[in-house]
C-alpha cells in the first residue's frame, strides 16, 4: 500500500512509502535535505515499523523538537495503522 505523510516540524514537507504487512520499501522524502533524504530511505528500505521506530523515533534536528528520521518513524507507524 502507498501511504503519503505529512511532516510536522521539519524542512522536508511530506514523505511517501510503501508498506506490506509490518515492511517498508519505496521511501521518498519531499524537501528537505536532499543528500540526507537520499541516504535514509536506502539505508532503511525493507526494514520493519519497529526496527525504524527503534532507530529513528526521538531523534531531533538542531533545536527542532523532530527531525526527519522522527517524521518518517511517524509516517511509519501511520501508515502500519491505516492498512488496518
Not at 32 to 45: E, F, M, S, Y
Amino acid at each position: 500500500m502507498e501511504y503519503t505523510y505529512k511532516t510536522k516540524g521539519t524542512c522536508s514537507s511530506q514523505i511517501t512509502l510503501n508498506i506490506e504487512g509490518n515492511v517498508v520499501t519505496n521511501i521518498t522524502f519531499t524537501g528537505g535535505c536532499n543528500g540526507n533524504l537520499k541516504a535514509i530511505p536506502r539505508l532503511v528500505d525493507g526494514w520493519t515499523v519497529e526496527q525504524i521506530e527503534e532507530k529513528l523515533s526521538g531523534l531531533q534536528c538542531g533545536f527542532k523538537q523532530t527531525s526527519c528520521g522522527d517524521q518518517l518513524a511517524k509516517a511509519c507507524r501511520a501508515a502500519y495503522e491505516a492498512q488496518k
